[in-house]
């Protein structure tokens, strides 16, 4: 299967820990992007690469947030001093933009349970 | 800034009756308009898009959604719903001309639930 992929699926930590997700995109998609899903809520836009560049970030990604495409390949997502507020879904997509078919295709998700 | 808005947050259906949910967006400018679905234990999938042009859209699965500038919607339709479309569906939009773009905004999601 060659979809987005991402890792850990479940992630459940305690309250001030820090954590650290993995995605995979689609080869040779050179935009990655990360939202956040919320119970009842649709997807949240948080920040998106191009190749390796980090090219906007939403106000949601606080200073507590770091991500990373060090190759332009895959992306860490990295949340330190977690909070209860951070237990979520962080949900990775990519496209390929030089497509001019502007679909995004998501991974599986990594659920994050913090204590 | 954009925002999309779907009014039915839970839907139940019995099999073969027809379905439209309701999307709404507001943004004045060229929007790309999408419909994802996800069913329960799966990642989002795409069930359509709307670009430009023909603004009645034919998706997977029998889906369509119809994009009406005037009123900025753009709703879900199946003429008859199955057991198996029982999911979540989301509404999204980004900015920008064909090909271009890039953030999706999401609306909050309908849950369907299809009855036998």
């Known amino acids: 299967d060659t979809g987005v992929s991402q890792d850990p699926r479940h992630k459940i930590t305690k309250r001030g820990q820090n954590v650290t997700f993995r995605c995979d995109p689609i080869?040779?998609?050179?935009?990655l992007y990360w939202y956040r899903q919320t119970l009842g809520q649709g997807p949240e836009f948080l920040t998106y690469?191009?190749?390796?560049?980090?090219?906007?970030k939403s106000r949601l990604l606080s200073d507590r947030f770091s991500a990373e495409r060090p190759k332009g390949s895959f992306s860490t997502l990295e949340i330190q001093r977690t909070e209860q507020g951070d237990s979520a879904m962080y949900l990775c997509?990519?496209?390929?933009?030089?497509?001019?078919?502007?679909?995004?295709?998501f991974g599986p998700g990594t659920r994050l349970t913090v204590l | 800034a954009q925002s999309v808005s779907q009014h039915n947050h839970h839907v139940i259906l019995s099999e073969a009756a027809s379905l439209e949910l309701g999307c709404n967006y507001s943004?004045?400018?060229?929007?790309?308009l999408f419909w994802y679905v996800q069913y329960p234990g799966q990642h989002l999938q795409l069930l359509l898009k709307y670009f430009s042009g023909d603004p009645l859209v034919k998706g997977i699965k029998g889906f369509e959604a119809e994009f009406i500038k005037s009123k900025f919607s753009f709703n879900l339709r199946k003429p008859s719903v199955q057991w198996s479309d029982t999911a979540e569906y989301f509404c999204a939009v980004n900015e920008g001309l064909t090909g271009g773009g890039n953030k999706l905004t999401f609306g909050t999601g309908t849950q369907l639930k299809v009855e036998l």
């Open positions: 997509a990519s496209r390929q933009s030089t497509s001019g078919i502007d679909t995004q295709y």
């Open positions: 943004y004045g400018g060229t929007v790309n």
């Open positions: 690469f191009q190749n390796e560049a980090q090219l906007e």
């Open positions: 080869s040779e998609h050179n935009r």
